[in-house]
């Protein structure tokens, strides 16, 4: 059950290459102390802000699994529990994951809290270049915790219903979209700049409201070097906090650094969930075509 009220915050910054792991850290529980102290017991980062994304080139694979990947009982994650455990709050991160097989990489967020890692979830979905780099994840879970039950959506997977409907009906009460979503275009990533901000700014309410569950979606700023060919891409930042009504409860307009911090009330949920009931209403019986090959599949 979750509790009364939760003080959420997210972080949007732009990580520090694979190389300079220690300056992530190092940012990230700075981060935390802050915001713990301000009395955030939530405190969300971006997909890959522990580690970056990979730099592609010929033997882009192989740097990455070198100097990118860590294990979850790494030191660098070993650190950030410390900090949570020091200030008693619950912390999401994104890494590159090192698997027990040599060379397989999964793209990874770890919920953190004063007790350890509760839970680590790898992202299942894959876009463009990224398909070469990292391998699909094969759970969906929610995360139970004093705060209340959390599921996690990395990225592209927040493109795909079925990933947050099913963080709902296993009782999510907080839905976290941990994101390093790219501008686009000129900018670097696929799609166009225009649509892909139309998609960021309406993704996270619409997760809500069908799921009726809170929404963090965190995005990154700044920008990465993904390889001398693909050059420097730029993420589009637009975080938001979003209740289960759809209310954006804090939102930045912009790619730039920025924090947010927003009270998620039991009460929004309850509301939410007395009005409609999207789950109990549901007819999974019908359903059964989600689960086959699409005719239009490529």
């Keep these: 059950m979750m509790k009364k009220t939760v003080k959420a915050a997210l972080v949007q ?52 699994w070198d100097y990118g990947a860590i294990s979850v009982e790494s030191k660098q994650l070993k650190a950030i529990e410390t900090k949570a455990a020091q200030h008693n709050c ?59 039950k959390i599921g996690i959506c990395i990225c592209y997977d927040s493109m795909f219903p079925e990933i947050t409907r099913i963080l709902a009906v296993k009782g999510a009460d907080i839905i976290v979209m941990t994101s390093s979503i790219w501008e686009g275009g000129e900018k670097g990533g696929i799609g166009s700049p225009t649509y892909k901000k139309s998609y960021w700014d309406h993704l996270p309410p619409v997760k809500a409201v069908e799921n009726q569950t809170f929404v963090i979606a965190c995005n990154g700023s700044g920008s990465h070097l993904i390889g001398e060919a693909l050059g420097k891409w730029s993420r589009m930042g637009l975080s938001k906090i979003v209740s289960p009504t759809g209310e954006i409860l804090a939102s930045i307009d912009h790619n ?43």
């Design 90 to 148: 619950y912390v999401i991160v994104g890494f590159a994951e090192r698997s027990n097989v040599i060379g397989v990489i999964f793209n990874s967020a770890a919920l953190i809290g004063p007790e350890g890692i509760i839970g680590v979830t790898r992202k299942i979905h894959f876009p463009g270049i990224e398909k070469q780099y990292y391998t699909t994840g094969d759970r969906i879970d929610v995360f139970d915790t004093p705060i209340g």
């Design 13 to 64: 910054f732009s990580p520090w290459s694979m190389h300079e792991m220690d300056k992530n850290i190092e940012y990230i529980n700075s981060q935390i102390e802050n915001l713990a102290q301000e009395g955030n017991e939530l405190i969300v980062f971006p997909e890959m802000s522990v580690t970056n994304f990979f730099e592609h080139h010929e033997n882009g694979k192989e740097e990455y």
């Design 256 to 298: 730039q650094e920025a924090i947010l911090s927003a009270v998620l009330d039991e009460r929004d949920l309850v509301k939410a969930r007395s009005q409609y009931s999207f789950l109990a209403d549901r007819k999974p019986y019908l359903f059964q075509d989600l689960a086959g090959k699409h005719k239009n599949s490529f």
